[in-house]
């Protein structure tokens, strides 16, 4: 049984560059989440799929985050036109049901924005 | 939404003492209490998590106990050891169909 995977694991890029993050979840899970976190920060949440709903965006940070999730399993999380600030690693997490299920976490993908 | 509070926001303590770390919950509804343990460079991981039809759960070292009338739940770990020394998150969830609201973290350090 795989765990939830994510890649880039390391992405180094050019402020107004665009990049994709890629998190494949365990399969099954209905649930997946998008999370931010700074060098020494906690855990900043950006957005939640769960099964058919709506996805809850209520933290992406500005209209330049958006992340779908395709088939209800592979999601990926473009970030357009990079700032400095952007700079963080991305932890993609899923869960089998939801926010009552134990949630399980990617390796994150380390974002460098130059 | 679910707001967390998670206190205090490092804790340091002797080798061998024990360590509490206190969270509170705003949404009387949440019923599901995790807490995540966060290593230095590493994913966090789930250690415990209690539901609202208990109010202790132990696993070793560890236990959580809630308060459901206060809306507070509480991490302890007794005889602590270096290998404790991390991040730990408390979260909480009202049902599936909502998020997992997570707290601030507590940075713990076990000093030899």
């Known amino acids: 049984g795989a765990g939830v995977s994510q890649s880039p694991s390391n992405k180094v890029t050019e402020k107004g560059k665009d990049v994709e993050l890629r998190c494949d979840p365990i399969?099954?899970?209905?649930?997946l989440y998008w999370y931010r976190q700074s060098l020494g920060q906690g855990l900043e949440f950006l957005i939640y799929?769960?099964?058919?709903?709506?996805?809850?965006k209520s933290g992406l940070p500005s209209d330049r985050f958006s992340a779908e999730r395709t088939g209800g399993s592979v999601s990926t999380l473009t970030i357009q036109r990079t700032q400095q600030e952007d700079s963080a690693v991305y932890l993609c997490?899923?869960?089998?049901?939801?926010?009552?299920?134990?949630?399980?976490f990617g390796n994150g993908t380390r974002l460098t924005v130059t | 939404g679910e707001n967390v509070e998670q206190h205090p926001s490092t804790l340091s303590v002797q080798e061998g003492d024990s360590a509490v770390i206190k969270c509170t919950y705003s949404?009387?509804?949440?019923?599901?209490f995790p807490w995540y343990k966060q290593e230095l460079g590493k994913r966090p991981q789930l250690i415990i998590d209690?539901?609202?039809?208990?109010g202790e759960k132990k696993d070793q070292r560890i236990a959580v106990t809630l308060n459901k009338t206060a809306k507070h739940f509480s991490l302890h770990i007794t005889e602590t050891q270096p290998e404790d020394s991390a991040v730990y998150f408390c979260?909480?969830?009202?049902?599936?169909?909502?998020?997992?609201?997570f707290g601030a973290g507590t940075t713990v350090t076990v000093r030899a």
């Open positions: 997490a899923s869960s089998f049901e939801g926010g009552n299920s134990p949630l399980h």
């Open positions: 399969s099954g899970h209905t649930a």
């Open positions: 799929f769960q099964g058919n709903s709506a996805p809850d």
């Open positions: 949404d009387s509804a949440s019923n599901y």
């Open positions: 209690i539901r609202s039809n208990v």
């Open positions: 979260a909480a969830s009202p049902s599936n169909d909502y998020k997992l609201s």
